[in-house]
């Protein structure tokens, strides 16, 4: 079975640092992996993916995320907060192979950007 | 926006009613998704249709059924609804069944009461 965790319920951080928000996976095979941004009372919007090929993807609104196949990591980073990036942040993965498609998310982490 | 809308927003139905819920796929997608997302957790994965087909199903019981049309819009049926179903249910679109990218509509939020 896969399954991601999401080992923070909440990230804290001041306008203008770095933010980090973690995530780390099982799955069988080679995973997808998927970053998902939700604000209030709306749906996902996708951010970025891992697929195959470069280990450091570079997504939509300056985020980025680093696949570490040994530590099976996909942590999902910004080099500089802003207060508007306020939001629920999802990570997904599922398998690359076997014909299934299904996702599986983690619980979500909020994160919080004080001015 | 996405391009994916669902219908309605906002929903309130009591435990053993009926409830359909709807979802226009983005143009150009031919496969939609259906998510639950109770409070505080991720959004689960109920089913997937591709090409008016069901083509693959997550852990929910028969009671959660669905449809997709020709024009690839697809419907979310519930049936003997109880309070736990309680939830916002997503859908989502995408251009083929392999769901590498996935685009979301706002979600309707059901309430069993």
């Known amino acids: 079975a896969q399954s991601v965790a999401q080992p923070e319920d909440q990230v804290n951080v001041a306008e203008g640092n770095p933010l980090t928000v973690k995530c780390t996976y099982s799955?069988?095979?080679?995973?997808?992996l998927f970053w998902y941004v939700q604000y209030p009372n709306r749906g996902l919007q996708f951010l970025l993916k891992y697929i195959t090929g470069d280990n450091l993807v570079k997504g939509s609104y300056g985020f980025e995320a680093e696949f570490n196949k040994s530590q099976t990591s996909f942590h999902l980073k910004k080099p500089s907060a802003l207060v508007s990036d306020s939001a629920l942040y999802f990570c997904?993965?599922?398998?690359?192979?076997?014909?299934?498609?299904?996702?599986?998310f983690g619980r979500g982490t909020s994160l919080i950007v004080h001015p | 926006e996405t391009g994916v809308t669902q219908s309605p927003t906002h929903l309130i139905k009591t435990r053993g009613q009926q409830v359909t819920l709807r979802c226009s796929s983005q143009s150009g997608h031919n496969t939609v998704s259906w998510y639950q997302q109770a409070l505080g957790q991720g959004p689960q994965f109920i089913f997937q249709y591709y090409r008016e087909e069901e083509n693959g199903r997550g852990n929910f019981p028969p009671r959660f059924s669905g449809l997709q049309f020709p024009n690839y819009s697809s419907e979310l049926n519930v049936n003997a609804l109880e309070l736990d179903d309680s939830a916002l249910y997503l859908c989502a679109s995408s251009e083929d069944r392999s769901n590498t990218e996935a685009f979301f509509g706002q979600g309707t939020r059901l309430t069993v009461v």
């Open positions: 799955v069988s095979g080679n995973p997808y």
């Open positions: 997904a993965v599922r398998s690359a192979s076997g014909g299934s498609y299904i996702p599986t």
